[in-house]
T-cell receptor
């Protein structure tokens, strides 16, 4: 089955330091991977996606993610953390049904806290 | 352009009561989804509709029914609510770009449901 894993429930980073939120995947075939962010009492917002091409994907709010096929990872990164980056982050993988319809399977989420 | 809207924002039900959660999108998207979010479990797909007139079960469909009323609207019904259905429910939509590629999913603000 197609799945993603987020091994850390909580990540704390000092403001101004680089941050990494980890995600590993298990898929058959080529993976389509996504990162979403959820601020308190809000819906999920799309950050970035990897479909094909360059392994370093740039997204919204200065975030980027590195696709690593050999390590089956898609870690989210940012060079310098802001307090406003504090939120819940979800990694997701695209799954196709037998009819070719798209579904997303989400990880369990990582709560990122940036400490002033 | 309101994006994805959901009503109500909050609801409290007693065990055995029924209710319908409403979702609408104004982005002319073909595919719509219902998820539930529970602590430590990420988002789990309940039902989805790849296009108007079609619906399919997701990961956790038991206790729910859906209706794709038209291209814009996708409702989720709880016929006999149970405490295990206490959750935050999110609706999402996306469009098919062609070549096996979908756009990212856009999420509504969520409905917080408590079943006593």
């Amino acid at each position: 089955a197609q799945s993603v894993a987020q091994p850390e429930d909580q990540v704390n980073v000092a403001e101004g330091n680089p941050l990494t939120v980890k995600c590993t995947y298990s898929v058959s075939g080529n993976p389509y991977l996504f990162w979403y962010v959820q601020y308190p009492n809000r819906g999920l917002q799309f950050l970035l996606k990897y479909i094909t091409g360059d392994n370093l994907v740039k997204g919204s709010y200065g975030f980027e993610a590195e696709f690593n096929k050999s390590q089956t990872s898609f870690h989210l990164k940012k060079p310098s953390a802001l307090v406003s980056d504090s939120a819940l982050y979800f990694c997701a993988v695209r799954v196709l049904s037998n009819f070719g319809n798209e579904k997303l399977t989400f990880g369990t989420g990582t709560r990122l806290t940036i400490i002033p | 352009n309101a994006g994805v809207t959901q009503t109500p924002k909050f609801q409290v039900l007693k065990t055995g009561q029924s209710m319908t959660l409403q979702c609408a999108q104004d982005m002319n998207h073909n595919s719509m989804y219902w998820y539930r979010q529970d602590p430590g479990m990420g988002l789990r797909l309940i039902y989805y509709s790849a296009s108007e007139g079609t619906t399919d079960k997701g990961e956790v469909p038991n206790g729910y029914n859906v209706s794709r009323l038209n291209k814009r609207e996708f409702s989720l019904r709880l016929e006999s609510a149970a405490p295990s259905q206490t959750s935050v429910y999110f609706c999402a939509s996306t469009s098919f770009l062609g070549g096996g590629i979908y756009n990212e999913q856009f999420f509504g603000p969520g409905t917080r449901l408590t079943v006593l």
